[in-house]
């Protein structure tokens, strides 16, 4: 099993512009997460799915940010326009079904935006 | 929603020696989650412990739970240099919310 894979691993871009970041959940995982990392507010849960709809978007930070996901394999995340303060490491993670379980991380993508 | 606070917020030990850390949290819980971050990597599970479990173990790892106290600890015995990362407690269901960390050094 490839574990959650995230693309891309790294994305620096301009204030202003709109980034995309990618994620594939393991394979029959049914709850999909996406977290952000940074050094002042520590991992911060954005939004997550169930069963590819969307459940608790309450971490969202503003309506610069949305979240999709079309299918049971693909989820993205979507910054626009993105400011420096999105700056951080954004992550993927999946579980099997909900309620506590054990989820599996995916190695992030970290986003700098000048 | 519910998060755990790790305690203390960094230790610095040497090879061999154990390391404890410590997880509060401020409602009731099912379960509770400890999680390991290497440095630039993600998130690495390590035990889960339910609400109904007063101890675990996987490998050097022991963990307990109090829910009177609303407190977890993880214990990591005979620490070693590969050892050396950020520890998170975890509480919640859907919502899982986590701490600030505890920043483990295992100096060799």
């Known amino acids: 099993d490839a574990g959650v894979i995230q693309s891309p691993r790294h994305e620096v871009t301009e204030m202003g512009q709109e980034v995309t970041l990618r994620c594939k959940p393991i394979?029959?995982?049914?709850?999909l997460f996406w977290y952000r990392q940074t050094m002042m507010r520590g991992l911060e849960l954005l939004i997550y799915f169930n069963n590819n709809v969307p459940i608790d978007d309450s971490g969202m930070p503003e309506d610069r940010f949305s979240a999709k996901m079309p299918n049971a394999s693909f989820s993205t995340l979507k910054i626009q326009p993105s400011e420096p303060r999105d700056s951080a490491v954004y992550f993927c993670?999946?579980?099997?079904?909900?309620?506590?379980?054990?989820?599996?991380f995916g190695p992030g993508t970290r986003l700098t935006v000048l | 929603s519910q998060q755990g606070e790790e305690d203390p917020q960094a230790l610095s030990i040497q090879e061999g020696e154990n390391a404890t850390m410590n997880c509060s949290y401020k409602?009731?819980?099912?379960?509770l989650q400890w999680y390991r971050q290497n440095s630039g990597r993600g998130l690495v599970h390590l035990i889960l412990i339910r609400s109904n479990e007063r101890e675990k173990h996987s490998g050097r790892l022991r963990v307990t739970l109090d829910t009177s106290k609303k407190s977890s600890s993880l214990l990591i015995t005979a620490s070693r240099a590969a050892d050396t990362a950020s520890y998170f407690c975890a509480t919640g269901n859907n919502d899982m919310r986590f701490g600030a960390g505890t920043r483990l050094t295992v100096k060799p």
């Open positions: 993670a999946s579980s099997w079904a909900s309620g506590g379980r054990e989820q599996f």
């Open positions: 394979s029959g995982h049914n709850s």
């Open positions: 409602t009731s819980i099912n379960n």
